[in-house]
């Protein structure tokens, strides 16, 4: 796998409380930029932390120091990771219903619905052996094109009668649930909650494009976010802010007269993709934006914080 922008690019993040691994001093390569910050989750490319104001930032691996990637081959910090990612998570549909499982990728896919020896089954499965969240999903797939009126099993076997016992196939955009039993199942976006959808959706469409050219480095980079941010949620319900994707651009600072400033940036109305944190030298805050603001045309700024530089 590898570390792309572009999977920046399409994912979202939460606030974040609590983590599996405590909060360590981190610093990239250089030495001129360190933050302390809990590790939430790693891949090989990419670690996803958590600092002490609870925002997610996202590094490659590759821009970390010696120590930091050392410290990523250490038996804590995969434990930590792997404790964070398979955590049992819980989500709520629009209709109250919570599901327990484990958000792990998002769906594009296609849900069949058949009806033999009077017996429903799902993707060749019956429907009867699923688990009880997914048997109340597949009536409402169903409900939602229109084709029942009631989202409930007796109207879909009604209706699959009507239908002349033929084989019905729906088409599934949402993201992939992983039930406690080890079995996936593509949940649709139209049944989320909106506290959920509005956390889980924002990457949708960069996956999408990356699906679709089967571009699956890049579809795997996204799907990874996914799961780290969908792990954090569970650590914190406070979800507010996309992923700031960190843009170091570090220059040699004058004893005395510059300092290193963080600006945040967000993408202007209308555009779409996650918030920058870009690290530049200023005099003050206001030169740091400026600064911040020729680099990358085409955003706003945001808060802005003076970075200690690391000794």
């Known amino acids: 796998m590898r570390f792309s922008t572009a999977a920046f690019a399409s994912i979202v993040c939460s606030s974040l409380a609590l983590s599996a691994v405590e909060a360590r001093e981190w610093a990239d390569k250089s030495g001129e930029y360190s933050l302390e910050a809990d590790l939430v989750s790693f891949d090989d490319e990419v670690v996803v932390l958590r600092r002490g104001d609870h925002e997610l930032a996202a590094f490659a691996i590759a821009d970390l120091s010696d120590a930091d990637r050392e410290y990523l081959k250490s038996k804590e910090a995969g434990e930590g990771s792997d404790k964070s990612l398979d955590a049992t998570q819980e989500w709520t549909l629009k209709s109250g219903l919570t599901i327990k499982g484990k958000v792990v990728d998002f769906a594009d896919r296609d849900v069949t619905i058949d009806r033999r020896r009077n017996r429903i089954f799902v993707n060749d499965r019956l429907m009867n052996n699923l688990p009880e969240f997914y048997q109340q999903i597949v009536p409402q797939i169903v409900a939602h094109e229109g084709k029942i009126a009631q989202a409930n099993g007796r109207e879909l076997r009604r209706w699959l009668i009507a239908e002349g016992d033929k084989p019905q196939t729906f088409h599934v955009q949402g993201v992939v649930i992983e039930a406690e039993s080890g079995d996936e199942f593509a949940v649709p976006f139209f049944l989320l909650s909106d506290a959920d959808l509005k956390l889980l959706q924002p990457g949708w469409e960069k996956w999408l494009a990356a699906h679709s050219k089967q571009d ?96």
């Open 216 to 311: 699956y480095e890049s579809e795997e980079d996204i799907g990874f976010l996914l799961r780290s941010l969908a792990a954090a949620r569970q650590q914190d319900e406070q979800v507010q802010r996309q992923i700031a994707l960190l843009q170091l651009n570090m220059q040699a600072i004058q004893a005395g007269v510059t300092s290193l400033w963080e600006v945040t940036l967000y993408p202007a109305a209308g555009k779409f993709g996650p918030p920058l944190w870009v690290v530049v030298t200023g005099r003050n805050n206001l030169e740091a934006v400026d600064a911040a603001m020729k680099q990358y045309p085409g955003h706003v700024a945001g808060p802005v914080r003076r970075v200690s530089r690391r000794r």
